[in-house]
């Protein structure tokens, strides 16, 4: 058996690892914390939704267009006009977030990673 030791290699394995550590760390965290805190602070939301699959590495964050209240309430409205025979309401076509908001989460994800990735 031949063994062979290469000066630094605990080093270079040890230093691999780590950024190992906090890309899965980015991935299974930081995402879903930082679009968490953009719908808090940016969209100003008193509980955003956020799901998150750590093993995957996946976060998903819902943007309603009204609080979970005016939702429930029009939900109730609907089922009255659907009884009562009455013509549905027509929705509006515009988007729910304006391209600003879609920037400044794009931005604050960038900032993160720059943050949390790094040699």
């Keep these: 058996m031949i063994e062979m030791q290469v000066a630094g290699a605990q080093q270079l394995y040890d230093r691999v690892h780590q950024m190992y550590r906090r890309i899965q760390h980015f991935k299974a965290i930081d995402i879903g914390q930082t679009m968490s805190q953009w719908q808090t602070q940016d969209l100003h939301r008193n509980r955003p939704f956020t799901m998150r699959w750590k093993r995957k590495g996946v ?56 943050r949390c990735i790094h040699w």
């Design 59 to 114: 976060a998903q964050t819902k943007v309603r267009p009204h609080s979970l209240y005016e939702v429930k309430a029009s939900l109730a409205n609907e089922r009255y006009l659907r009884r009562h025979r009455l013509p549905p309401r027509k929705w509006s076509t515009r988007p729910i977030l304006r391209a600003t908001m879609m920037e400044a989460l794009v931005n604050r994800l960038q900032e993160t990673m720059k």
